[in-house]
């Protein structure tokens, strides 16, 4: 996708989690509008979900506007390829509108993003995080209760203004998106690389902040990590 401050992106979700992820003002909001000058978060649904963004898309003056389609991967407790996924979105395609490259699966669900960007308890495994994996911590962290929906969602727009670079990592196919469509580059995973690397020598903290110029909070973190 080219960079073009100009240029506008439509970002098209399966629903309002995804979308809530997406508008609410944090590190990621801020990425998104360092490359485009605005953006906005289109849900789809149903069957028909691909014929609803081709629709759309097709419509798209490209010069002038980028898009991003993102699907779950819908994990049923079995190992899903990304690949195979996205093949399965593309095959309703016929008229090949989408652009293959703008089609990113999530692993599993828009929820592991959000278990990624929290401050909550270490799971297994954040890449296999499922929707019911995130809604029982949430209710674990609310005495036992579910939210009700308006609470849920605000609960879900203070997790995602958690999310600082270092956490991206958490969860592969987070940071594969945001390294994929340009978000952050590989430099500044370079950086993280080697500020975990001071951090492990033993280096103090404010050491590190002088070299790499993070934050005192994103380097105790990493720190707690250890």
């Known amino acids: 996708m080219m960079e073009n401050n100009l240029k506008e992106l439509r970002i098209f979700v399966e629903g309002d989690e995804d979308k809530i992820f997406f508008e609410t003002e944090s590190l990621i909001y801020k990425m998104i509008r360092s490359k485009y000058s605005k953006h906005k978060v289109i849900t789809y649904s149903g069957t028909k979900v691909t014929k609803e963004v081709i629709a759309v898309v097709k419509g798209f003056d490209t010069n002038k506007i980028d898009y991003i389609v993102l699907a779950d991967s819908d994990y049923d407790g079995k190992a899903i390829c990304p690949l195979s996924k996205k093949t399965e979105f593309l095959r309703i395609d016929e008229s090949k509108i989408l652009i293959h490259e703008n089609v990113w699966i999530v692993q599993e669900e828009i929820e592991s993003w959000y278990y990624a960007c ?25 005495g036992g209760k579910t939210p009700i929906s308006r609470a849920y969602h605000n609960i879900l727009k203070n997790i995602v203004v958690q999310f600082e670079i270092n956490k991206s990592s958490r969860n592969k196919s987070l940071e594969r998106f945001l390294l994929h469509f340009g978000f952050i580059s590989n430099p500044e995973r370079k950086l993280w690389e080697k500020a975990d690397s001071m951090l492990k020598a033993g280096f103090s903290i404010e050491h590190i902040i002088n070299e790499t110029n993070l934050t005192e909070r994103e380097i105790s973190e990493m720190n707690n990590k250890k």
């Open 118 to 142: 929290s401050n909550f308890d270490k799971p297994n495994n954040y890449n296999t995080i499922t929707k019911s994996d995130f809604q029982n911590q949430i209710k674990k962290n609310n």
